[in-house]
């Protein structure tokens, strides 16, 4: 075959055309066929997989997570039980509304205890703060250095929780040795009602 005999084909009878040219053109639509439904098809699966792929390797690292949570499971609820219990620790050290007048009692003994002069022991009205009440109670006190050292060891050995706020010392000057202690101490309770 040679090219003048390419130009001798008829459209309409590809059927006498010579057998390299129908082999050729059959090719040709096969290949166009293949083209088109590997276009439309099978590009837009390859697509799918590669996303399905992606989604495996979450899946997998999702359940990688959850695995090593289940399986360290015991520790977390052991540590969750130590932490209901000291909880609980922290809460019974909070005095009912009850024994608040006992432990202003307390306070004021430790403060004698330790040689202190009071020249101050007013207790405030009640507050909440973090879903616990507290009762301020300004403090002024006059002693030595060491005194103070002493009390402020009592307070934070009493058996419920008392903290001391806005601390300042100041000398006196007609006492030798002698300073000025003015605080605000918290007693943090809770209320009985919801008990």
């Given amino acids: 075959m040679n090219l003048s005999d390419l130009n001798n084909i008829d459209p309409n009878n590809l059927g006498s055309a010579p057998l390299i040219f129908r082999v050729i053109l059959i090719a040709l639509a096969v290949a166009a066929i ?3 439904g590997f276009w439309y098809d099978t590009d837009e699966r390859i697509n799918n997989w590669n ?7 979450v899946k997998k690292k999702e359940f990688k997570d959850l695995y090593q949570k289940a399986a360290n499971l015991p520790v977390y609820e052991q540590q969750l039980a130590d932490l209901k219990k000291s909880f609980n620790n922290m809460l019974r050290q909070l005095p009912r509304k009850a ?3 006992a432990l202003l009692a307390d306070i004021s003994q430790t403060g004698v205890a330790a040689g202190l002069e009071f020249e101050l022991f ?6 909440s703060q973090d879903g ?11 002693g030595t250095y060491h005194q103070f050292g002493q009390f402020v060891s009592g307070v934070a050995a009493l058996s419920r929780i008392v903290t ?5 010392l100041k000398g006196i000057s007609d006492k030798k040795g002698k ?5 605000v101490a ?10």
């Avoid at 300073?179 to 605080?183: A, I």
């Avoid at 918290?186 to 008990?195: K, L, P, V």
């Fill in 99 to 101: 024994e608040v007048d």
């Fill in 179 to 183: 300073l000025r202690m003015d605080s």
């Fill in 186 to 195: 918290r007693i943090y309770h809770y209320s009985d009602e919801g008990t």
């Fill in 34 to 36: 293949l083209g088109a």
């Fill in 132 to 142: 616990f009440q507290f009762m301020p109670i300004q403090i002024v006190v006059t």
């Fill in 122 to 127: 007013k207790p405030g009205a009640p507050s």
């Fill in 51 to 57: 996303k399905v792929e992606k989604e495996e390797e």
């Fill in 164 to 168: 001391l706020h806005n601390v300042t």
